[in-house]
């Protein structure tokens, strides 16, 4: 990578997008420390709302400046509540000396109750966010396929919100996304199956997403207003994370202008505690979104997070209850086997069905064996190689990437792309591995992705990239990734074969164990015989009574022993 470019992607990733000490000016903060509501922040702006200045309210009670009405209701909702929990609504209601009819949302944080205002437009009222979210959901639930799923979804946000475009936006296992559903206005150009780069949304934005489930810019053009102070008693920069007024990057900023956006909404799709996606908006001028509005849309997203999230449980279930049924079967075939190492060899085509995969291979004794699309002898040694390289020594070792098993030719990896392996005997190095094809992919990125910033000749990055023209790619040399469930069906797998390996090593162990003492113990037998032998030596006065008597038991003996050496050699021609 361009050294200047790996520069600027360090530096975005560890920019402090929570610390802004400002926030939009579509609002105001005010920030108490309980329990006499002594205000210790406020934002800059603070006197177009109550009339008084900042410093006049500045370690002063919030009961000189809210009715008892709107506090009684701001600590009911904080009683309800957690701390580091998002904002709530607490009221609406009128503050200031023009009485201006505002939405209050709070939230708790670092030991302080934070009050975001926003003023609300005079109009006849509006309907129940309630009301509104169970009408949206009503019009989707009905919908079993996810890709009408999704496109319905886009369509239910644009018409409550009117937002030029509203995008279903899912995150790839790489981090990157790409856009899976599309309502917009004809005039604008379709970005639906576009691509974009992992440094669009760098990990610390990805963080704050999953705590503010809403984020809304009315107005990309917007002057930040400072917050007053904006060091916290302790003297470090006031964390701002939790608000949903707090002042957006200014990196991102220059981003929506770059596309031509200058208002935008997203709201957080979270799945199994990640973020799974953005429903994300975008207008060409600036637009306000009523906060009952977005209440809706923020139920509305719960709906969305929690139906996926459902989905995906489902899918775990039935790949689990398949892979379940052919481990079982694994198991008890095994367990019947004589040397379980070694029938392991013959159950090729069931360990395929164990780990969805396109082929499998086993090295026991440095012998190859496989089934399905797997590699061919010839890359045992390669394979080999990568595990010594990759092998922690905890379990499973895995790659989507013909290039990180195969890198001096992984144009001869025959299409093999993705690998699983599993270590069965370290000391031995018998592994099992699990393979899946490449996926030749032609990506439609939005722009370039190796140029995500605009840099200048001392390689300084001087802001994000200009251009969202779609710029094609073909992808080769990669699978479809091993997923967590992949990886937990692996690791049960392991398990069960583990404790087979380690029952027949017992066997084995074992049955060389008796072998060394029958050994001995017919050692023993036939120097007894042989000092037997050296008595009948000195047996010379005997009668013939006693002659014949122990003839007999001599012939006896001998016809024992070969009767037993009849049923060994028997035994082992089977």
């Not at 949302?105 to 005079?122: K, T």
């Not at 709201?267 to 429903?279: M, N």
């Not at 013909?402 to 592994?431: H, K, M, Q, Y």
């Not at 910033?453 to 990239?465: T, V």
């Amino acid at each position: 990578m361009n050294p200047a470019l790996e520069r600027a992607l360090q530096d975005c990733a560890n920019e402090p997008i929570h610390l802004s000490g400002a926030i939009q000016p579509h609002g105001y903060l005010i920030s108490c420390q309980l329990p006499d509501w002594t205000i210790r922040h406020v934002s800059a702006n603070v006197e177009t709302l109550t009339g008084a200045t900042p410093e006049d309210m500045l370690r002063h009670s919030l009961r000189e400046f809210l009715t008892d009405d709107l506090i009684q209701a701001i600590a009911e909702t904080i009683g309800f509540g957690e701390p580091g929990a998002p904002p709530q609504r607490a009221a609406v209601g009128n503050i200031g000396p023009m009485a201006n009819l505002c939405d209050i949302s709070v939230h708790v944080a670092d030991g302080l109750v934070h009050i975001e205002v926003e003023p609300q437009p005079r109009s006849a009222g509006e309907r129940s966010p309630t009301v509104v979210a169970q009408t949206m959901i009503a019009r989707v639930a009905g919908s079993d396929d996810i890709d009408d799923f999704n496109q319905r979804v886009a369509e239910q946000v644009r018409l409550l919100t009117g937002y030029d475009r509203v995008m279903v936006y899912r995150f790839r296992h790489d981090d990157s996304g790409e856009v899976v559903a599309e309502s917009r206005d004809a005039a604008l150009p379709a970005y639906l199956g576009l691509r974009y780069p992992q440094s669009d949304i760098p990990v610390q934005a990805r963080m704050l997403y999953l705590r503010n489930r809403i984020r809304v810019i009315p107005d990309a053009t917007y002057v930040p207003v400072p917050i007053l102070p904006d060091r916290d008693s302790h003297g470090g920069a006031l964390d701002l994370a939790q608000m949903a007024l707090r002042s957006v990057s200014p990196v991102h900023l220059e981003y929506l202008a770059n596309m031509g956006v200058v208002a935008s909404m997203s709201i957080s799709i979270v799945s199994g505690g990640r973020l799974w996606g953005l429903i994300a908006c975008h207008h060409r001028t600036p637009r306000r979104v009523p906060p009952g509005v977005r209440a809706a849309a923020d139920m509305f997203g719960l709906f969305v997070s929690m139906r996926i999230a459902s989905r995906e449980q489902q899918d775990a279930v039935l790949l689990e209850e398949r892979a379940r049924a052919a481990r079982d079967t694994l198991a008890l075939r095994l367990e019947n086997a004589a040397d379980p190492r070694f029938a392991l060899q013959s159950e090729l085509g069931l360990l395929n069905r164990a780990v969805e995969s396109d082929g499998v291979g086993l090295v026991q004794a440095g012998h190859w064996y496989s089934a399905g699309r797997a590699p061919d002898e010839t890359r045992l040694p390669v394979l080999l190689d990568w595990l010594r390289r990759s092998n922690t020594g905890t379990g499973a070792v895995s790659t989507e990437q013909t290039s990180d098993w195969n890198p001096s030719s992984p144009e001869d990896a025959d299409g093999i792309a993705g690998v699983l392996a599993l270590p069965l005997d370290l000391a031995r190095e018998e592994w099992l591995f699990f393979f899946r094809c490449e996926q030749v992919e032609e990506v439609r990125w939005a722009g370039r992705p190796d140029t995500p910033f605009l840099i200048d000749h001392d390689g300084n990055k001087i802001g994000p990239r200009a251009s969202f023209s779609a710029w094609h790619e073909t992808v080769r040399g990669s699978s479809s990734p091993w997923s967590d469930a992949d990886r937990r069906i692996a690791g049960r797998l392991y398990a069960m074969l583990r404790e087979r390996y380690r029952r027949g090593a017992l066997h084995a162990e074992l049955g060389d164990m008796g072998a060394r003492r029958v050994r001995l113990d017919v050692s023993e037998q036939r120097t007894r015989l042989l000092q037997l032998s050296e008595l009948l030596e000195g047996l010379v006065h005997v009668s013939p009574q006693e002659a014949t008597q122990l003839s007999d038991r001599i012939n006896k003996l001998e016809s024992d022993l070969q009767s037993m050496i009849g049923t060994a050699s028997a035994a082992n021609a089977n």
